[in-house]
């Protein structure tokens, strides 16, 4: 199984300032056939399900907010909100898409400081 | 739009079944271009991949659920259902059910609103 590490496992910003969130998979994502890394970024908020954000790691997904944004290739990866909003306050997820089992990281939870 | 909706009851004693459905609207289940999945959340937990199904009815089954686990399709109700054997406290969750696209490269972009599962005596 591929391993999903993120931390921190909790970060509180100030209202507009950046939030930085890490992703480590134990093996690489990167699909070698089109050149695309299997990573998704979700969010969650309180009694909802997750909403996918991002995808093949740095395509947003229709309808979120440029402040979002996915990088990395290979094992490590990052989301970043460029200035946070107060609704920006959720779990969020990465998930490898690249081979079942399908997994998961733990979380991170971002408050406002 | 794909809508999906869980349904099935909230409350399993141990040892038992658990039995869940999803149905699925905005999508046909018999289409080609979709994996079904089961996903769970324990409370203030994370997230864990139960197992998928396709159109053709191969799944893929988490390792660590695999010998406890069945999901199977009902084309005729547009439906996809969970049964999780030998059931304990330990997964007390909520269940969602979520579609994916193939080859989209967006994994479980529609999601059901999720149904709390409490395995209680």
């Known amino acids: 199984d591929i391993v999903m590490t993120q931390s921190p496992d909790s970060l509180a910003v100030s209202l507009g300032e950046r939030a930085t969130i890490n992703c480590k998979s134990s093996?690489?994502?990167?699909?070698?056939?089109?050149?695309?890394?299997?990573l998704t970024w979700y969010q969650q908020k309180p009694g909802q399900p997750p909403k996918l954000l991002i995808y093949w790691a740095s395509t947003r997904e229709s309808g979120v907010p440029d402040r979002f944004s996915g990088s990395g290739s290979g094992t490590d990866f990052t989301l970043t909100i460029s200035t946070l909003q107060a609704e920006d306050v959720a779990v969020y997820y990465c998930?490898?898409?690249?081979?079942?089992?399908?997994?998961f990281g733990g979380g991170t939870k971002v408050e406002i400081k | 739009q794909v809508q999906l909706q869980e349904s099935g009851p909230g409350l399993v004693k141990p040892s038992q079944t658990l039995s869940l459905t999803c149905t699925v609207s905005g999508a046909s289940i018999s289409s080609d271009s979709y994996y079904w999945s089961w996903i769970r959340q324990p409370a203030g937990k994370g997230l864990e991949w139960i197992g998928r199904i396709y159109t053709s009815g191969s799944t893929n089954y988490n390792p660590s659920l695999k010998s406890r686990v069945t999901i199977s399709l009902d084309t005729s109700k547009n439906q996809f259902s969970l049964k999780l054997s030998s059931v304990t406290a330990a997964d007390t969750a909520v269940y969602y059910c979520?579609?994916?696209?193939?080859?989209?490269?967006?994994?479980?972009?529609?999601w059901g609103q999720g149904t709390l599962v409490t395995v209680s005596s």
């Open positions: 979520a579609s994916d696209l193939i080859g989209s490269g967006r994994p479980f972009d529609y």
């Open positions: 093996q690489s994502v990167l699909s070698t056939s089109n050149n695309k890394n299997y």
């Open positions: 998930q490898q898409y690249y081979s079942a089992p399908l997994t």
